[in-house]
């Protein structure tokens, strides 16, 4: 599959395995199951959760994604754990670094590298406020792609990027960008928007009829599902609808793993397939 | 001087030193010396560098600032090098994690706590774009600081960073917004501005005359030290000045600690102190 797009191999393991799902692989070690944490070390402990978790759920998921913030916080493990749960991860799921990077050229190209070729990752998400020198070091590889920050689903997300200028939100003339700009590369251009924001979510398809959306926010962060899929999920517009804490944590004893693949199954069935 | 504000600490080290100075430790696997690279793994080859760089300019200098990206593409020894580099740097230089972090809140707790608290840096470089609640975990504590890019030295500064919204650049929108956030919070608020915007530099200290700037660009990147002193510092309103390039490549011979310490202590003349 190496010589196909990011998009190309997306469309392919949606249609197999009929899921949009992906499941956000976000270990907070307050909540790991009491007796893997009683048994082992935090990053052992780690590790088996996440093994757990992928091998409870990779069926109904098209991708597993992967926020960098709670592997750093157990320091010089971090790598490791990141590396061992990404190992877990079979072939038919890709796998996203929620890293959010955003550097200037020369630094952005060493993060892109450890991320695509150290950590073998297939996407990356992308902070857009340096432009387009920090954005297009993950745009150079086919079969990647760069997730690129446009209408986030946190309360902040109103602060910046839905200020207009020239009469529309920020939000939307980073999208334009990243389109523009993944046209001319090798790799894909994708948008990660909100699911509390139906409007950003319509106006964004509307905008990138084809780009894939990387889509946060239901469940614990409030989105709703059909809605989602109902403002942006079409025949030609991919999305990737992440949940984390409510697949992770939908048990907290022994049963966490059962609980954790009945959760995915019920959202995957909840979101449907577009069209 | 734990119970002090970061902006203290700073004022307090400057004037000691008379030095506004910060080196930037971004060791590029290619460009170490070649005695280094063939006598050590790449890991320990980084901190010999890094080591002998620290010796040759603290006392030139009043901050030094690691980009992580540099760390990451070490892999599995990041981490490990970052906290062996960050274990030489004496008490009297301040240590800024130049990591441009920015998540939404539960995830941005995780980041802080891994760089202020783990690797026991007393600054992080933070990213604007998702709002409040990304930047506010980097301002909890008293003594740290967070520098949350404005304008920053790149080309793609221009992408999004200079749109007009209600007829002024995004840029100064987030620097009130920095500061207004920063006045609320026990930690300190700071602003990267890049060198090679001069009008940046003013239009900014004047909207924030006593923000502390971390100004990178000067050498490599075309920004010239008078004009940015002229332009940002004041007797209220400290500035960092980066060099990385500059500093640690002055020579690639084993001549390398040497020509560091003369182009470290030759921009700080330059460079000067405010008033």
């Not at 754990?81 to 060493?110: C, Y």
Request: glycine content about 8%; proline content about 6%; charged content about 20%.
């Amino acid at each position: 599959m190496a010589s196909r797009t990011f998009s190309e191999r997306l469309r392919a393991i949606q249609q197999a395995k009929q899921t949009v799902l992906c499941v956000g692989l976000d270990p907070d070690p307050a909540r790991l199951p009491l007796h893997l944490a009683q048994t082992h070390t935090l990053p052992e402990a780690v590790v088996a959760f996440n093994t757990a978790i992928i091998d409870a759920t990779a069926g109904h998921a098209c991708a597993f994604k992967l926020n960098f913030a709670f592997y750093e916080a157990l320091g010089r493990s971090g790598w490791d754990v990141l590396d061992a749960t990404i190992r877990q991860i079979p072939e038919d799921v890709l796998v996203i670094a929620d890293a959010k990077r955003g550097d200037i050229g020369n630094s952005a190209r060493f993060y892109a590298e450890a991320i695509f070729t150290g950590l073998r990752c297939d996407a990356c998400t992308v902070a857009p406020y340096m432009g387009r020198d920090a954005v297009e070091p993950f745009l150079r590889i086919e079969g990647k792609a760069a997730f690129v920050l446009a209408r986030t689903s946190n309360p902040g997300a109103r602060d910046f990027q839905e200020r207009l200028c020239d009469g529309e939100p920020l939000y939307r003339h980073v999208a334009r960008q990243v389109a523009a700009w993944a046209s001319e590369a090798p790799g894909d251009g994708g948008l990660v928007v909100g699911a509390t924001s139906p409007e950003a979510l319509r106006a964004l398809r509307v905008l990138c009829p084809t780009l894939p959306f990387l889509i946060p926010g239901v469940g614990a962060q409030g989105g709703d599902p059909q809605q989602v899929m109902a403002a942006a999920a079409t025949a030609d517009g991919p999305v990737l609808v992440n949940s984390s804490r409510q697949i992770l944590y939908a048990a907290s004893g022994d049963d966490f793993a059962k609980a954790a693949r009945e959760a995915a199954d019920r959202l995957r069935r909840q979101l449907g397939m577009p069209g």
